[in-house]
């Protein structure tokens, strides 16, 4: 999704909204206990800029010019909010998503949900712990340990965990390795796993992110299916409360730096704007 | 009177051929894995995976398959061979395909359904996953699981030995991983010298005898304790980090205190698992042995039962009652196990 799309896109919405507006001046009734579709679609940019995977130059907080080759995450465990504070529980056999930006089918989530006016979001970044310890028969679709190729592994085999937020790129500031390439790998994960008795626990970056559409209201119809806009800002991932230069952390896998990662990704998304789609 | 016994005869032959080859056709029995009786409750969940003839012989056949390598020529077996009780003989870094050197001492493939973690950090909490490990390490098969399973679907045998084991010709990788363990868990080492002793059925010599009571005098068996001969605890026994840094457990709960630990081994059959260690850096057990007595360094972690009130580390042994302590390890050697056919390479 391009910005300067973007400007067109909410006259064009707005025209529409008008139009339907001046059309059904009441709204149209909904029965809660049918249902309809929301879709979260998830927009990755770079500050102000769109991501462009391989092309794009950009520049973090420490001042270091980087390009990212790749990024992947987990969205799971959808709770939305409705407007009358309750919350609609997305079943959990059906909210694991994985978000690829080389795939830009896997950028829209489609949700089947109850009938009704929502207010917001809330989802993991990641795998909950509980999913991250079941037998292998209750890890389908993309969870599934024996369905990724080793470019697009979400899962450490010696660690039995799940990666949940995998960006790699390059940046002339880092050193060259022995293959002389710059490169940096970001593979975050670490789901709090006990060990020992009493349990000592691991890092646990597992982050539950919770968005409010502000002042717009998910009205989910027979004939309505809202599309909420989310946009995930990479910068913030090197730009948080700490500021991590990639040159002195080329690599950051499954170590204690990578709370601080962690720390920053939690705050990279944001609610952006709502389309609606007639229909379903 | 002859006439009809050889009628019956017949009868009974002919019955049993029919029972058999409809046996070949549609029945698949269950093989029952028990717990011997001086081990631990078994922590593998036999009801999430219960073992078939035919899903235990699908299991064997992948353990001995060079495809599930990248290049063909890397089996399970490879590093994990029957004769030096399923770890790589006279390894002490397994190495892989292209010869690539792996950082640790393969461990033996033995009374796993009694672990509750794996490898000698304990990183793996889930045998059926346990061979994603290997299959993805570069430096040991280096494969990817959905190449193998394309590679098992054209194959001229497995998509047969699949449907026997599980129903269907379909080849996914939670089948791939549950056969792996179906074989895996059946592999029972329990009748060494030593458990015949236990169960009265033999003698042990008065020289192994004496070592037994030496190695509880000495304190091994707090480690090394129970039917398993391990607590599966994560221990530092003072190894020398001057060759290796390898941080063992650290590296899977990042808890300083856990640096360079790793998991007591099991002792059963240690007479065939040489070199030892999780880098293989000791080549017999006199070498152990003079380890645990004279080599200990001083690691902060260091196992305070090596500790001793004079300032020293270390367990006082002289070079009889390591002659007796290594005459006793050897009565863990389980030779019906290690010879067992149902575990060899199939033909």
């Known amino acids: 999704m391009k910005l300067h799309f973007r400007f067109l896109h909410i006259i064009f919405l707005s025209g529409f909204t008008i139009l339907t507006a001046c059309k059904n001046e009441v709204e149209p009734e909904f029965n809660p206990s049918a249902r309809g579709r929301l879709l979260l679609e998830f927009d990755n940019v770079v500050g102000t800029r769109d991501l462009e995977l391989n092309r794009g130059v950009y520049r973090n907080a420490a001042g270091e010019e980087f390009s990212v080759s790749q990024l992947q995450y987990y969205v799971s465990n959808i709770r939305l909010r409705k407007t009358d504070g309750s919350e609609y529980v997305v079943p959990q056999d059906s909210s694991y998503f994985l978000v690829q930006e080389h795939k830009p089918e896997t950028h829209i989530i489609r949700l089947s949900v109850p009938q009704g006016d929502y207010a917001g979001v809330s989802f993991i970044l990641g795998v909950d712990s509980l999913r991250s310890t079941m037998d292998i028969s209750r890890r389908q679709g993309v969870l599934n340990p024996t369905d990724m190729s080793r470019e697009e592994g979400m899962y450490w085999t010696w660690n039995s965990g799940y990666i949940f937020l995998r960006m790699e790129g390059t940046s002339p500031q880092i050193a060259p390795d022995p293959s002389g390439n710059r490169r940096f790998r970001y593979h975050i994960g670490g789901f709090g796993g006990g060990f020992g008795t009493p349990p000592v626990r691991t890092i646990n970056n597992i982050k539950t992110i919770t968005l409010s559409f502000g002042r717009d209201i998910a009205k989910v119809r027979n004939n309505s299916t809202p599309q909420m806009h989310i946009i995930g800002d990479v910068l913030k991932v090197f730009n948080g409360s700490t500021t991590i230069s990639l040159a002195q952390n080329p690599t950051v896998m499954f170590s204690p730096f990578s709370v601080n990662v962690a720390n920053n990704y939690a705050n990279m998304f944001e609610y952006h704007h709502m389309h609606t789609i007639v229909g379903r | ?347």
Not at chain 2, 194 to 201: F, I, T, V
């Open chain 2, 1 to 347: 009177m002859k006439r009809t016994a050889f009628f019956a005869l017949a009868c009974v032959l002919l019955a049993a051929a029919v029972v058999v080859s409809c046996g070949q056709r549609d029945v698949n029995p269950m093989i029952e894995v028990s717990t011997p009786p001086h081990f631990p409750p078994m922590i593998y969940d036999l009801n999430k995976n219960p073992v078939t003839q035919a899903g235990f012989e699908l299991g064997r056949a992948l353990f001995y398959e060079g495809q599930l390598s990248r290049d063909g020529t890397v089996s399970c077996g490879f590093c994990h061979q029957q004769s030096a009780g399923f770890t790589h003989h006279g390894h002490d870094l397994s190495h892989g395909v292209d010869d690539r050197l792996g950082k640790r001492n393969a461990l033996p493939i033995q009374n796993l359904a009694f672990y509750r973690d794996f490898m000698w950090d304990g990183g793996i909490h889930d045998l059926d996953l346990q061979p994603l490990a290997p299959i993805e390490n570069p430096v040991e098969m280096d494969e990817s699981m959905p190449n193998i399973l394309e590679k098992l679907r054209k194959h001229p045998h497995y998509p047969r030995m699949f449907e026997r084991a599980f129903g269907t010709p379909e080849i996914t990788g939670e089948r791939l991983l549950k056969a792996l363990s179906q074989f895996m868990v059946t592999m029972i080492s329990a009748n060494s010298r030593y458990d015949q002793y236990l169960r009265g059925e033999t003698q042990l010599t008065a020289d192994e005898l004496r070592g037994l009571q030496l190695f509880k005098q000495k304190g091994c068996d707090h480690c090394h304790s129970g039917g398993l001969f391990t607590d599966q605890t994560y221990r530092n026994n003072g190894l020398s980090l001057a060759f290796n840094q390898d941080v063992g457990r650290y590296e899977i709960t990042l808890n300083e205190q856990d640096k360079y630990k790793f998991r007591v081994p099991s002792l059963r059959n240690v007479e065939v698992t040489r070199p030892y260690m999780h880098d293989g850096r000791f080549r017999n057990l006199e070498m152990v042995l003079d380890h645990y007595s004279e080599g200990m360094e001083d690691i902060p972690t260091l196992d305070p039962l090596f500790k001793r009130t004079d300032g020293k580390r270390g367990i006082p042994m002289t070079a009889e009652e390591k002659r007796l302590i290594i005459a006793f390890l050897k009565t863990l050697t389980d030779e019906t196990f290690l010879h067992d056919k149902r575990f060899s390479e199939p033909e």
